[in-house]
């Protein structure tokens, strides 16, 4: 199974910062990467799909980018609704596999 | 409004079964594929189980291969998980979730998901 490798962990950062996040895959992947975010008992949201497509209704402050086996989420200006916990997931290789998430927390 | 709705988890002893169901209501539900994902408390996300929009084609994690069993029923716009020999690492909360776009597959980024359904398995 193609293991996703998250990084950091966790993230202390304020309101207004510019995040960026990794997600780096054991075997190349294309483009087939989603990005999510979760909050606390809550269900997963899809922000990013195909690696840098936007889903409908994300705001454009979050960019997803890479291919092959690196890939990052950007975060511009982060709002407070923004502190949560992000996944990459792929689909490309059976099994689709997620990564162990990044946690953003404020400082 | 796309809405998946999960049911059918609860308490159940080592080696015991249970079935899960997820009514959906909202989209085209034979137009899309359909996965089940879980979470174990304060851990992360895990794909379960995955089904095309015809139920030709389902596929599984290897740490549920053949213990779990999914399928799905298009006139009752509804997905199953049929889960046998339960552990106690399967403590988690089920959640279904929708293969983004209209291609029918499960191999994809998810775009709907319902809110889950929590089994625990303990003696």
């Known amino acids: 199974a193609i293991q996703l490798t998250q990084s950091p962990s966790s993230l202390s950062t304020s309101v207004g910062d510019r995040v960026t996040m990794t997600c780096r895959a054991s075997?190349?992947?294309?483009?087939?990467l989603a990005w999510y975010q979760q909050k606390p008992g809550k269900p997963p949201k899809l922000l990013i799909y195909d690696a840098s497509s936007l889903e409908s209704g994300v705001p454009s402050r979050f960019t997803g980018s890479g291919s092959g086996t690196d890939f990052t989420l950007t975060i511009t200006s982060l709002q407070p609704e923004d502190f949560a916990t992000y996944y990459c997931q792929q689909f490309n290789s059976y099994p689709i596999t997620f990564g162990q998430g990044t946690r953003l927390e404020i400082k | 409004e796309v809405q998946l709705v999960e049911s059918g988890g609860g308490v159940i002893r080592p080696g015991g079964s249970l079935r899960l169901s997820c009514a959906a209501s909202?989209?085209?539900?034979?137009?899309?594929?359909m996965s089940w994902v879980r979470q174990a408390p304060g851990k992360g996300l895990e794909w379960v189980s995955g089904?095309?929009?015809?139920?030709?084609?389902?596929g599984y994690a290897d740490s549920v291969k053949g213990r779990f069993t999914i399928s799905r029923d298009n006139a009752q716009n509804s997905l199953y998980l049929q889960m046998n020999s339960l552990r106690a690492e399967d403590t988690a909360l089920y959640h279904c979730a929708r293969g983004k776009g209209a291609g029918g597959h499960y191999y994809y980024a998810m775009d709907a998901w319902g809110q889950g359904t929590t089994v625990t398995v303990s003696s």
């Open positions: 075997l190349g992947i294309s483009s087939a």
């Open positions: 089904i095309n929009w015809n139920g030709g084609s389902a």
């Open positions: 909202g989209f085209t539900f034979d137009d899309y594929g």
